[in-house]
């Protein structure tokens, strides 16, 4: 299944904007599972959310999108053979660069 098919398949859906935003972040994300990129997608909209600090409301999108995407991210994993591993892998978000 590919990523857009399954970002259709969560329920309850994402409001419309949020949604649009989560499936550019994880088009963007590269290659992988679903888990691996909305990890990545993740990461890069925190970068985006961190690089204008304050009361922006771009900012504070980008903060959302990444909290989804994150959210999405262990969602993925629990879908995997070794969901114990996958989630553990997820610990480690901070971890990364």
Same mark, same amino acid.
């Given at each position: ?7 259709? !398949? ?15 972040? %994880? /088009? ?13 997608? &993740? ?6 959310? %961190? ?7 771009? &900012?504070?999108?980008? $903060?959302?999108? @990444?909290? /989804?995407? #994150? ?12 969901? #114990?591993? @996958? $989630? !553990?892998?997820? %610990? ?6």
């Amino acid at each position: 299944m590919d990523r857009a098919d399954w970002l259709r !398949e969560r329920r309850p859906p994402a409001p419309e904007a949020l949604r649009d935003a989560v499936r550019d972040a %994880l /088009a963007h994300a590269g290659p992988g599972p679903i888990r691996e990129a909305a990890d990545r997608a &993740s990461h890069a909209c925190l970068a985006h959310a %961190l690089a204008r600090p304050g009361r922006v409301r771009e &900012s504070a999108f980008a $903060l959302l999108t @990444a909290d /989804a995407l #994150v959210t999405y991210a262990c969602e993925a994993a629990l879908d995997e053979d070794d969901a #114990v591993r @996958a $989630l !553990e892998l997820l %610990l480690t978000i901070g971890d990364r660069p």
